[in-house]
């Protein structure tokens, strides 16, 4: 029997391996997504964190299993509760993080726009690493940090065009080749 991939590049695992993959990964997403949207990209050390953040999500977006005969990924859904639960157990764990990594603590309105972030970046990146018949870059995911970032959160619920729809369609001017990240693409 031959196995038809979605497209080239998946890698072809288990879907326990995937689960186990976003366990490892969940900790340093959710940290360093923390530290990126309160610190913005201040220098050579944030744009490596924001590139060690976006290349464990491109990783995870190749993953795929074979079930029921034909290649899958997990639900949107599924992502989004196994990789990006741990910032939603508690606002006191972004506060310890930030305390941990040396900066005074967010006020309220920081703490707000951190979650605001937070939240549509997840809505983006899940739906972006659950399409079987697309792959996403790393300078895309990049740019929907900065997209999001610069706008503070402060973004509707993205809408998608179609199943395989990556991007957003009801953000304005959202043109992923255009970002200043650009230099991702080089390394990808």
């Not at 038809?4 to 879907?15: L, N």
């Not at 997403?29 to 949207?37: A, H, K, P, Y």
């Amino acid at each position: 029997m031959t196995i038809k991939k979605g497209h080239f590049g998946q890698i072809i695992t288990t879907r326990k391996n995937i689960l186990e993959y976003i366990k490892e990964i969940e900790s340093d997403i959710v940290e360093g997504m923390v530290l990126l949207i309160f610190r913005g990209l201040e220098g050579s050390v944030d744009n490596i964190r924001l590139y060690s953040v976006c290349s464990k999500i491109y990783f995870l977006s190749k993953l795929v299993y074979f079930g029921e005969g034909e290649i899958k990924k997990l639900e949107e859904i599924q992502y989004m509760n196994n990789l990006f639960n741990l910032m939603e157990l508690e606002i006191d764990d972004v506060i310890e993080i930030l305390r941990l990594n040396n900066f005074k603590t967010a006020n309220s309105n920081q703490l707000k726009e951190i979650l605001d972030c937070y939240n549509i970046l997840k809505l983006i990146w899940c739906r972006e690493i659950a399409c079987l018949n697309e792959q996403i870059y790393i300078s895309e995911l990049a740019y929907a940090y900065d997209y999001v970032v610069k706008r503070k959160g402060k973004l509707p619920k993205p809408e998608f065009q179609g199943k395989c729809s990556l991007f957003p369609i009801n953000y304005e001017n959202y043109n992923y080749e255009e970002s200043y990240m650009s230099y991702f693409s080089n390394i990808d």
